[in-house]
């Protein structure tokens, strides 16, 4: 039940995006001037660095993230997010591998010309790994995630920002692990197009 409901959350991102797109003028017409239309919908593509600080019984890691997505009418931003870290047990041998695989919905808030602040909200599948750990068997396995996050981007032009942000992230219990939640601190590079 947990997997439709992921696959339907990034149905319904994309979706949203392909309905969302529509045509119309942001500026007048007159008998000489047609203004161009301003483009209600464009792309991004957002790689960024991440920091796990440790949690439940792993040590800190580091990884990647890479996020794609429309940003509609300029503040709404409908992304697919995936990430990619790995934390060593705290405790005697063995390693977890973590890879969040999300649809996202933030809105992009401008506090001055060129800084902004993006809350928001995120959910889809976690997919787990673990290897060596006495007790928890080294299998696959995928839980149900979900959580918010806060953003700020400082714009260098009206397509390149750079920005720094947070995430709190839930994760249910699935198999032999129990339900957590976890934080992810990155630094990011966005793309609009």
């Not at 991102?13 to 017409?29: D, K, M, P």
């Not at 209600?40 to 991440?50: D, K, M, Y």
């Not at 995630?145 to 839930?170: F, P």
Request: aromatic share 10%.
């Amino acid at each position: 039940m947990k997997k439709q409901i992921a696959i339907s959350l990034i149905a319904v991102a994309f979706a949203g995006t392909a309905l969302a797109q529509s045509s119309g003028y942001y500026g007048t017409q007159s008998t000489a001037t047609v203004y161009a239309p301003e483009r209600q919908v464009t792309g991004f593509i957002e790689p960024s660095a991440i920091y796990v600080p440790a949690h439940d019984g792993s040590d800190d890691a580091f990884g990647g993230a890479l996020s794609v997505g429309a940003i509609i009418h300029k503040h709404h931003m409908l992304g697919l997010d995936i990430a990619y870290f790995e934390a060593d047990y705290d405790i005697g041998p063995g390693k977890m591998k973590f890879m969040p695989l999300t649809t996202s919905y933030q809105f992009a808030l401008p506090l001055s010309k060129h800084v902004q602040v993006r809350p928001g909200v995120f959910g889809g599948a976690m997919f787990e790994k673990s290897k060596d750990r006495p007790g928890i068997s080294s299998s696959n396995r995928t839980a149900f995630t979900y959580g918010a996050s806060l953003g700020l981007d400082c714009t260098i032009n009206k397509n390149v920002s750079i920005g720094v942000s947070g995430k709190w992230m839930h994760v249910d219990d699935v198999k032999d692990l129990r339900e957590r939640d976890m934080a992810l601190v990155g630094v990011n590079f966005s793309v609009r197009f």
